[in-house]
């Protein structure tokens, strides 16, 4: 392992603290935003709602005057002043009256406006400021019997104490944001242990993966994405583990195919240079180095072939063809072989025309190399038979052959994998890849009435 691989597997931690945090942050960015609305809010209801006493208290006030004026004479006549006793037993206790001249002749804010002074304004305002001091104020103007105006009645309410009533709401807001908190430390410490622990599993298993050690899987039952992931994650594994052995395998095969007629080369060249070989012997020697060169140039070709056919798409050109036009060319070329070998063939058809996304050059080759294998193993007779179902097309190829071993069907399409009449093992592997890249699937079997059986399913053109 590469020391660049091995910190992109070492563990960095630190993902439950970030959960936390995000839970923590949403909560408090939540709870700012409502706070924030609340306390704007709840402080101009709380302005509107005492601007609204104040006016309620002024009109009972002020129809309370005009009563007592038309029995006990104007403003500043009343005796024992019944009327401000009257005021300073309303819900509101701060007020001042004014007479005529804008004096103050009544006041219980004895220490902010005195009585006998003399007030600047006389408009009515919701807000002003005496004093130094900010207040909710609301003039109500004191008429007689007659209508006529004889003084102003000013009701105010300190705004020191609305916003110390809603410095207490945002005290008790805070104390929540603290609990809750608490409480979400605690919840999501618990819910990122649910996240970070199936993943910590999934990281372990990565390393022991990237050690090339398969054995074990992933048991994860949470039920969502990260059961999915393991899963996923298990089949992942056991493709790799499968390439793995693959991987071994296609080393020995090929070292081993190589290693054969290059040592039947290496021997006849040696012979001939020492002059062991003379007259026919040196000619059969060239032939055998000549025909072993030209097996290996043949492997060494099918081996890039089916590498290309793997790995770059374009090595394929795909078009509308007739998969009919396919296997007629196709049988072409195979029928005299295998009548040559005393072969039965037997091609079945159906009328028309079946159109398939394709590359007709690749297919060819892919169909002949199934073939050719099914001539080579079979007994009398070889089958290749195409029928057309909803949406896709099968064909089907079988010989009456030894079939295969029950324990090589999983091997059958490998690279190099070779059955006792085989070739250089390479021509179902590029047959599979083909029709993969097709987008179709080829399986093999042994069929009921013995022999080996290839079907392959491809889609029709839309």
């Given amino acids: 392992m590469k020391p660049q691989d091995k910190n992109v597997l070492k563990s960095r931690g630190g993902l439950t603290a970030k959960l936390i945090f995000t839970y923590f942050l949403i909560l408090a960015v939540s709870f700012f935003i409502l706070t924030g609305s609340f306390y704007f809010l709840l402080r101009v209801s709380l302005f509107r709602e005492t601007l609204e006493q104040l006016k309620k208290q002024g009109e009972i006030l002020s129809r309370a005057y005009t009563v007592m004026e038309e029995r006990r004479g104007p403003l500043g006549s009343f005796g024992e002043k019944e009327f401000f006793k009257l005021a300073g037993r309303m819900v509101v206790p ?18 902010i406006i005195p009585e006998g002074i003399k007030m600047n304004e006389k408009a009515l305002k919701n807000r002003r400021t005496i004093s130094g001091k900010n207040f909710i104020a609301y003039n109500v103007p004191l008429k007689g019997a007659s209508g006529e105006e004889q003084g102003t009645l000013v009701l105010v309410s300190d705004i020191g104490d609305i916003k ?12 929540s944001l603290v609990i809750s908190g608490i409480f979400t430390l605690a919840i999501g410490f618990l819910m990122a242990s649910g996240i970070t622990k199936p993943l910590r599993k999934l990281q372990n298993h990565a390393k022991k993966v990237a050690g090339h050690i398969f054995e074990g899987s992933i048991n994860l039952k949470t039920g969502d994405e990260l059961e999915d992931l393991a899963e996923s994650f298990n089949y992942m594994t056991e493709r790799l583990k499968e390439y793995d052995e693959f991987q071994k395998e296609f080393f020995q095969n090929v070292s081993h195919d190589l290693k054969t007629p290059l040592m039947s080369i290496k021997a006849y060249a040696e012979g001939i240079k020492d002059g062991v070989f003379e007259g026919k012997e040196r000619e059969e020697g060239i032939d055998v180095i000549i025909k072993e060169a030209g097996r290996l140039k043949n492997m060494v070709d099918d081996i890039l072939l089916l590498s290309k056919l793997e790995s770059v798409k374009d090595a394929y050109n795909f078009a509308d063809i007739d998969i009919l036009d396919v296997v007629r060319e196709v049988w072409e070329k195979v029928e005299v072989i295998g009548k040559n070998q005393g072969k039965k063939m037997q091609l079945g058809i159906p009328q028309g025309r079946i159109m398939i996304k394709g590359d007709g050059e690749k297919l060819v080759n892919a169909l002949l190399n199934i073939l050719s294998n099914c001539i080579r193993h079979a007994d009398s007779t070889v089958m290749l038979k195409v029928l057309q179902e ?6 089907l190829i079988r010989d ?9 069907l999983k091997r059958v399409f490998r690279r190099f994998f070779k059955g006792e ?27 009921r009435s013995g022999g080996a059986e290839f079907q392959i399913i491809l889609g029709l053109a839309e």
Avoid: M, P, T, W
């Fill in 94 to 111: 701060k007020f001042f009256v004014l007479d005529q001249n804008d004096r103050v002749i009544a006041s219980n804010l004895d220490k």
């Fill in 164 to 175: 110390a009533y809603n410095r207490s709401i945002l005290r008790i807001l805070l104390y």
């Fill in 400 to 408: 009456d052959g030894e079939g295969f071993k029950q324990e090589d």
């Fill in 390 to 395: 909803a949406g896709r097309i099968k064909i």
């Fill in 421 to 447: 009449k085989g070739d250089s093992g390479l021509g179902l592997a590029i047959a599979k890849a083909v029709i993969e890249r097709h987008g179709g699937s080829i399986s093999a079997a042994n069929s």
